[in-house]
C-alpha cells in the first residue's frame, strides 16, 4: 500500500506540473513570447550555450536561471543589460511550472523575443517536469564520456534539439563522438544532432539556425 501511495502522489505531481506548464506557455504565446528549455549535465555548456546565443542572436532576450543556488549563472548573463531571473530550487534537482510561473511574473514579457530557461544540471530529474516551454535543447560534452547517451535515453527521447559541446576533447578523453550522435539517433531518429566546440564558436552557427527553424 506504501509504494501504491507513493505512486498516486506521484502521478498527481505531474498532472498539476502538466496543467501549470500548459498555462506558462498559454501566456507565453498571449505576449509573442518563444521559450527554451535548456537541460545537460553541470559542465556540459549549458552557460556558455546561452552566452554565445545571447551574442549572436539579433532577438530581445530574457533568461531564467534555475540551480540548486542560481545566482552564479544568473550572474554570467546579467553582464548582457537583458532581464534575468534566479530561480533557487533549494534541495530540488530540477526546475517545475510552479517555479517557472513565478519567474515569469518578474520579466518583462512584452519586450521579449525570446525566453532562455536553463534547468538544473544533471540529465535524470528533469525529464518528466514541462515547463511550458516550446522547444527542449539537451546538451552533453564529449568528456562526459560516450556512453552519457546510452545512460539516460529518457532526456534525448524528449529532446528537440541535441548538441554534443567540447568535440576537441574527445580525442583527449577517448570519447567516440560519431558512437554518440548514432546513439541519439537510435533513441530518437528525428532528432537533430548538432556537434559544437563553444569555446571556438563551432557549430553555434547551426544551433541558431536550428532554433530560427524551430521558432
Not at 91 to 100: N, R
Request: charged share 30%; hydrophobic share 45%; proline share 2%.
Amino acid at each position: 500500500m506504501h509504494k501504491i501511495a507513493e505512486v498516486e502522489i506521484q502521478n498527481d505531481i505531474l498532472i498539476a506540473n502538466k496543467k501549470l506548464a500548459k498555462r506558462n506557455q498559454r501566456l507565453l504565446d498571449k505576449a509573442g513570447v518563444f521559450a527554451i528549455d535548456f537541460l545537460g549535465a553541470v559542465g556540459s555548456g549549458k552557460t556558455t550555450l546561452i552566452e554565445k546565443l545571447i551574442e549572436n542572436m539579433d532577438y530581445s532576450i530574457g533568461v531564467i536561471a534555475g540551480d540548486i543556488i542560481s545566482k552564479f549563472d544568473a550572474e554570467r548573463v546579467k553582464k548582457y543589460n537583458i532581464p534575468v531571473v534566479g530561480l533557487n530550487t533549494g534541495k530540488e534537482c530540477h526546475l517545475d511550472a510552479h517555479l517557472v510561473e513565478h519567474g515569469l511574473e518578474d520579466l518583462p514579457l512584452d519586450k521579449i523575443d525570446l525566453l532562455f530557461i536553463e534547468n538544473v544540471g544533471n540529465l535524470i530529474c528533469p525529464v518528466d517536469f514541462d515547463l511550458g516551454s516550446h522547444m527542449r535543447i539537451v546538451i552533453i560534452s564529449a568528456t562526459e564520456g560516450d556512453d552519457t547517451v546510452q545512460k539516460h535515453p529518457l532526456i534525448f527521447k524528449e529532446a528537440d534539439l541535441v548538441i554534443i559541446n567540447k568535440v576537441d576533447l574527445a580525442d583527449a578523453v577517448g570519447a567516440d563522438i560519431d558512437k554518440m550522435v548514432e546513439d541519439v539517433s537510435r533513441i530518437n531518429p528525428h532528432v537533430k544532432v548538432i556537434k559544437t566546440s563553444l569555446k571556438n564558436d563551432e557549430g553555434i552557427k547551426e544551433v541558431i539556425e536550428a532554433i530560427l527553424e524551430a521558432m
